[in-house]
Each structure stands twice: as structure tokens, then as C-alpha cells.
């Protein structure tokens, strides 16, 4: 396989936030080749713009927007001029880095620009990994239209899409010829390392009564009507998240207040990506808590392979669609039928040959396994492209 350069268009910062998918493809890229991970450029930068190595072949830079936005929005529009001196600035620092003709990776963001051209890439690739013009139960009809502009604009330029979902992928085949299914993986190395749990994860051992627990952010997908129910009903289970906020609506911060009023439940906040397998080590049943809306049957939940790496039963809500996985995950209707499903597992004796194949299941679906599988993709078409030329 041959070795490139990567110009990576990142939907969040390197740092500061627990892996997701586009940090995790990023990072096994790394290893063979040299990655620049271009995060959404800010309005406020108290150094200069540099280059920071972040490990292995990885190399992230944050950039400035010179004009604040919120400043001049409804005045004049001059956020052109902002886009225009971040192109020219990465522009320059590709060129000090020496990476010619790279693949352009891009994650959909309504913060970044278009990048398309800039810096003679030999391959545009696009990795989806949620259906960004589906509502999302707090967004503006601007914000809508503004995501199906840049949707048309990116889908028009890429030469290679990637879907997480079966669901995504039919949507993007709509309006391109070559897209590809491409789930997710999972880190095997932070299951595979044994760390010492932080003070907030060791005091849930202290904690009398099953755990019953979701890993992931916590936002409108989640149905916290349901788990104040479960809380509600069942007071002898203990209600655990763990996640980073992320509500943007009335409705849902007062039903995730709601739910913290009870006091089997427990929410924890965003833990580090090495504490993860720490916090599901702690659990005793899995959940999948969706709500059974137009964006989670889009989307791939990135915990059901960690979930499956931890080798602990999985308990879902019913989506509209099957899971990934589905053969080692339960689906509710109801929540009454949530509780009888969750009741029955906690009242079974757990299976060693189901966990070690749940473990196995995660260890053949890992990020460099995954990331080969694109690789491969990526180089036929390099190879279409160079014959094609000739």
C-alpha cells in the first residue's frame, strides 16, 4: 500500500473530547501515513496558529478567524474574507509540511469551509457518519438549509463517500456512484490495557443495586422520559450515564432534569476514552435508551461494538430499524417491555461462551482493520484514476 499525505477536515478539536469516529480513523491512518488533522477554525486563538505533533504520524492545527461572525451577523456579510485567510494559511503550512498532492478526508461541519481544490489533492474522500439533514430536534430551518447546501457541495466533490449506516448509505447512492458501507470499529488497545479507574467510576462499586448504564453523548437521540420511568418504577436499579452534554432544547433539558431528580440516577459526565472500558466493567446491563426518531435510523451507535468489546448484554429501545450487531442486542417496544427484558438478564446467569463471542465480535471490527478496508477502496480508485490519465 502506498504511503500518503492526509489533510484531514476534522468536525472537532484533537484535544479536549473523547475519540469519535473521526478521531479514531484519523489515528490508524497515522500509522502508515502523515496525517494533518485541520480542526474548525475559532474566533478567539491566544497563540499563533502551529503545527502541534500529537503522536505517531499526526499532526493537528487549529487556525483563527480574524473577524468575530457574531459581530457583524445581520450587518454585513464578510465571512468570505475569514475563509479566504484560512485557506491561504493552511495552504502555506501544507506547503512548509511538504505535503503534496494529498488526500482530502472530510468530516461534514457547519464550522469548517470548503477546502476543495486547495491543495492539489489527488482524491477527494467524504466519511459519513450521521445523517446531517435530518432534524435534530433543536435546529433552525437556516441551519437545515445551510446543511443540505454543504451536503450537495461536498457529496458534488468527493470522489469517494464512506456511510456508516446501511441507511446512509442509501441516501448518499441517491447521488453518488460510489459509496460505500463502512461501520464503525472499536479501540481494542484501551480493553486490552488494564489502568487504574478514576475516583468517579471506582465509587459506582460502592453503590448497592444493579447498574444499568449508557455510554455515549447526551442529547435529543436520548429518551429521558424512558429512564426516568425505569427510575421511576424499578428504585433498587441505579440509572448510570456517562457522556458529554450536548442538549439544545428546552423540552430535553427538562425531562434530563427531571430524570436526575430521582435518586437511583446517576450521571457522570464525559470520562476520559482509557476510562471506558473502567465504566463498563462497572455495569450491569447496557442500554441503548433512542428514541424513535427520523435521525437515530440513520445513525450507527459508535458504543455498541465497545459495548460488545466489555462483553455485558445490550438492552435497546426500538429505533425503526435494525442495529448493527442486532443478533447480540435485545429491542424493546415499550418501556414496560425495556424493564421486563432488562429484569430477565439481570435474573440470568451470564453465559461465558456468549461473552467471550461478544468480545470476539469487537476484536474482528477494529479501527486499523477498518481503516485498511477503506485504504484498499481508496487505492483502486487511485489506481482507476492514474489509468485513466494514461
Known amino acids: ?35 494533518l488533522f485541520i480542526e474548525p477554525p ?56 511538504e505535503i503534496k498532492s494529498p488526500l482530502l478526508w472530510i468530516y461534514f461541519c457547519a464550522q469548517q469551509y470548503d477546502y476543495f481544490n486547495l ?6 474522500i467524504s466519511d459519513w457518519h450521521d445523517m446531517f439533514t435530518a432534524n435534530f430536534g433543536w435546529t433552525s430551518d437556516e441551519y437545515e438549509r445551510n446543511n443540505f447546501v454543504r451536503e450537495k457541495k461536498i457529496i458534488k466533490s468527493a470522489d469517494v463517500i464512506f456511510g456508516v449506516s446501511e441507511k446512509i448509505c442509501e441516501h448518499l447512492k441517491e447521488k453518488h456512484r460510489k459509496v460505500y458501507f463502512m461501520p464503525h470499529g472499536v479501540n481494542n488497545e484501551i480493553f486490552d490495557t488494564k489502568r487504574e479507574a478514576d475516583s468517579s467510576i471506582e465509587a459506582l462499586k460502592n453503590i448497592k443495586g444493579p447498574k444499568i ?14 429512564l426516568s ?6 428504585k433498587d436499579w441505579n440509572i448510570v450515564l456517562a457522556g458529554r452534554k450536548a442538549i439544545n432544547n428546552d423540552v430535553d433539558n427538562s425531562a434530563f432534569k427531571k430524570l436526575l431528580e430521582h435518586d437511583n440516577a446517576i450521571y457522570l459526565g464525559e470520562i476520559a476514552k482509557e476510562q471506558i472500558p473502567n465504566f463498563l466493567k462497572t455495569l450491569d446491563i447496557c442500554t441503548l435508551p433512542f428514541k424513535k426518531v427520523k435521525w437515530t435510523q440513520y445513525f450507527s451507535p459508535l458504543k455498541v461494538l465497545e ?39 439481570l435474573k440470568q446467569k451470564e453465559d461465558r461462551s456468549v461473552v467471550e463471542e461478544r468480545k470476539r465480535i469487537a476484536k474482528n471490527n477494529s479501527w486499523d482493520q477498518r481503516v485498511n478496508q477503506m485504504m484498499e477502496i481508496i487505492e483502486k480508485e487511485l489506481l482507476i484514476n492514474k489509468q485513466d490519465v494514461q
Open 1 to 35: 500500500m502506498s504511503r500518503h499525505g492526509i489533510i484531514f477536515i476534522a468536525a472537532e478539536p484533537w484535544d479536549g473530547s473523547v475519540w469519535r469516529r473521526r478521531h479514531h480513523v484519523a489515528w490508524s491512518l497515522a500509522r502508515e501515513h502523515r496525517v
Open 213 to 226: 448504564g449508557y455510554l455515549g453523548a447526551i442529547q435529543y437521540k436520548i429518551d429521558f422520559e424512558l
Open 307 to 345: 459495548y460488545l468489546a466489555s462483553g455485558k448484554s445490550i438492552v435497546a429501545m426500538d429505533r425503526g430499524i435494525d442495529y448493527e450487531y442486532s443478533k447480540y442486542i435485545c429491542v424493546a417496544k415499550t418501556a414496560d417491555e425495556f424493564i421486563r427484558i432488562t429484569e430477565s438478564l
Open 229 to 234: 420511568y425505569v427510575a421511576w418504577k424499578c
Open 119 to 124: 491543495f492539489n489533492e489527488k482524491l477527494i
Open 42 to 97: 475559532v474566533e478567539r486563538l491566544s497563540k499563533p496558529a502551529s503545527v502541534k505533533h500529537q503522536g505517531r504520524n499526526l499532526y493537528s492545527i487549529s487556525v483563527k478567524k480574524w473577524f468575530p461572525d457574531r459581530f457583524f451577523r445581520n450587518k454585513i456579510n464578510i465571512s468570505w474574507i475569514n475563509a479566504e485567510l484560512v485557506r491561504s494559511e493552511l495552504k502555506k503550512i501544507a506547503k512548509e509540511m
